[in-house]
């Protein structure tokens, strides 16, 4: 198979001309950190660290980490490297203020973004003669956004068309005959699921390749949406605070994306003792940002469990592979392609006056993820009328809507009916078994 790229000096580069590369933008990079973010240059300090110690892409390790912690910590300006004048775009994943996360972006790392996003689409068979279907949310959510951006900076005709109204998304895609669908692989199985629902099969629908992402999804899943859509099905990783989806992309050859590390350098850590661990071994996946202005994070602990592979690929690119994520190291829930904590139902609860006694039951049903959150009714809210239990409901689950994006099926359940466990509680019972 003929292979196209988008930028073929830098997805081709030798080993050593990409460290190289990488050295260089590192060294201006925690130069530019250290004198604009001064919550960064503090942990530098308190290591023991100074720019001037950073001479290249082998001195990494000396850097300390920033967590999901940090970001909370220095929320919203603290770790931003550009005066706010010179940003042009935020954007947001869902959660209370405790676990936010706002990124900030120049023209220039948006530019950056949209470069990473079009070598996905580019690796997926993508070019200026494709009409690509952008069915990720559009808004703070980064999925929208990024793949327009690449889908425009490819060429492709791009139909901005937001995720939802399944109908219209079917519509535009036979109409105008849509080549590549950008969407979360839940929502791709699910559009599959309502095309095959209304007669037409795999040759009838004009898609050839999907690209899917922002969340885990299995290769069970990828063989279901190859079949009953005809194409061939991408994956595609990113997270906000590195950018968003881009950060890594699969080509032809399907076994994991490759990491555009002239931009995101990955290593992978021990998570309890925070050592680099060797090229194929399993541990948490950390990213540098190597040249994005506004929100560099350096040495960025995803949670991520993965592993990286310099196995040479088919497809003839260099970049480093990371296979699918395979876990978190935290109870990171991702329902329906969004970020869901138990700690933010929790905090719900408590502000609407219930204990925290609760059971979160996420399953998958058709290719959607359905959403259920039990709680135990308290004593003084206890009542047999059931016209009153479904309004309690109905508000509980309103108050949830507004604290996640998504909206769960609440239940009221007895009290003290949810089994107490004697360690940790048992919070989440995720049935989909996706890794
Ligand atoms: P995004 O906007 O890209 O979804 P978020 O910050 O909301 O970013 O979520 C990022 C997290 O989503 C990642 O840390 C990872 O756990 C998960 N994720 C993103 N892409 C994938 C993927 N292709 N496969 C598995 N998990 C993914
Ligand atoms: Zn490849």
Redesign the pocket.
């Known amino acids: 198979m003929p292979q196209n790229y988008f930028q073929k000096e830098i997805e081709t580069m030798s080993a050593e001309e990409m460290k190289k590369l990488q050295s260089e933008k590192l060294v201006k990079q925690v130069k530019h950190v250290y004198e604009n973010v001064p919550y960064y240059k503090n942990l530098m300090d308190e290591k023991g660290v100074k720019p001037e110690d950073i001479k290249g892409i082998d001195d990494l390790h000396k850097l300390p980490f920033l967590t999901k912690a940090d970001l909370r910590d220095a929320y919203p300006y603290g770790l931003l490297a550009k005066p706010l004048k010179d940003c042009v775009r935020i954007h947001s994943?869902s959660g209370t203020t405790g676990r936010r996360?706002v990124a900030f972006y120049t023209q220039k790392d948006i530019d950056l973004w949209d470069d990473c996003c079009a070598r996905a689409i580019v690796a997926a068979g993508g070019s200026n003669e494709d009409v690509c279907q952008v069915a990720y949310g559009y808004g703070l959510?980064?999925?929208g956004f990024g793949l327009n951006g690449g889908s425009q900076k490819v060429g492709c005709l791009t139909l901005p068309m937001s995720s939802g109204n399944t109908e219209r998304q079917i519509q535009f895609m036979t109409d105008l005959s849509a080549t590549i669908l950008c969407c979360t692989p839940s929502y791709a199985a699910y559009i599959g699921e309502t095309l095959k629902e209304q007669g037409y099969k795999p040759e009838d629908i004009p898609l050839k390749a999907g690209i899917f992402?922002?969340?885990?999804?299995t290769e069970e899943m990828r063989q279901g949406i190859q079949n009953t859509l005809g194409i061939k099905a991408y994956?595609?990783?990113?997270?906000?605070?590195t950018t968003?989806?881009g950060v890594a992309f699969e080509c032809s050859e399907q076994t994991g994306m490759h990491v555009n590390e002239d931009h995101f350098y990955a290593e992978i850590i021990d998570p309890d003792t925070g050592e680099v661990l060797p090229e194929g071994s399993k541990g948490e996946l950390v990213f540098t940002s190597l040249d994005k202005e506004a929100f560099p994070l350096l040495r960025y602990r995803?949670?991520?469990i993965c592993v990286l592979s310099r196995e040479k690929c088919s497809c003839g690119r260099t970049l480093v592979k990371m296979a699918?994520?395979m876990g978190?190291t935290d109870d990171?829930l991702?329902i329906r392609?969004v970020?869901v904590f138990p700690s933010q139902i929790e905090a719900v609860l408590l502000k609407e006056g219930y204990e925290p006694n609760y059971q979160i039951i996420v399953d998958r049903v058709n290719n959607n993820d359905t959403f259920e959150v039990n709680v135990e009714m308290t004593a003084d809210k206890f009542t047999d009328k059931v016209s009153d239990i479904l309004a309690m409901e109905k508000s509980l689950a309103n108050a949830m809507k507004i604290m996640l994006g998504i909206n769960p099926a609440v239940h009221l359940v007895a009290p003290k009916s949810i089994a107490r466990s004697e360690g940790k509680a048992v919070r989440v019972i995720d049935k989909r078994k996706l890794i």
């Open positions: 994943t996360v959510f980064t999925g992402g922002a969340e885990p999804w994956d595609i990783y990113g997270l906000t605070e968003g989806p995803t949670r991520d699918k994520p978190r990171m991702i392609g970020n």
